[in-house]
């Protein structure tokens, strides 16, 4: 069976949103900004379900009713976020941080 080209603009407009909604990197993709509550990039989502997985691996509780059976830990830790259970900081620091300063020799 041969490939058939697209027609028209407005057609190969439509396959292409078809095919990144089906790849992860369009709107349906799991890390979209605004479904995940403080998520501002994938980035974001893999460094801190990464880190609530390996506090899962090492003994804390889930925050989320879970099947031991059939959850992993990178699961519950994804379910976790999406849901805001999980507090992080983006590492910018506030107005309240108190940055200290090296003390020099004296």
Do not use: C
Not at 41 to 54: M, P, Q, T
């Amino acid at each position: 069976m041969a490939f058939k080209a697209p027609e028209d603009l407005n057609e190969r407009h439509i396959l292409m949103t078809k095919q990144k909604e089906s790849n992860g990197h369009g709107p349906a993709g799991a890390a979209y900004e605004g479904t995940w509550p403080g998520i501002d990039s994938r980035f974001r989502l893999i460094i801190v379900a990464s880190l609530r997985s390996k506090q899962l691996v090492q003994g804390s509780k889930p925050r989320i009713e879970v099947d031991k059976a059939r959850r992993r830990h990178t699961s519950i830790a994804l379910e976790e976020v999406k849901r805001g259970l999980v507090a992080f900081t983006n590492g910018k620091p506030t107005p309240n941080d108190k940055i200290s300063k090296a003390q020099g020799p004296a």
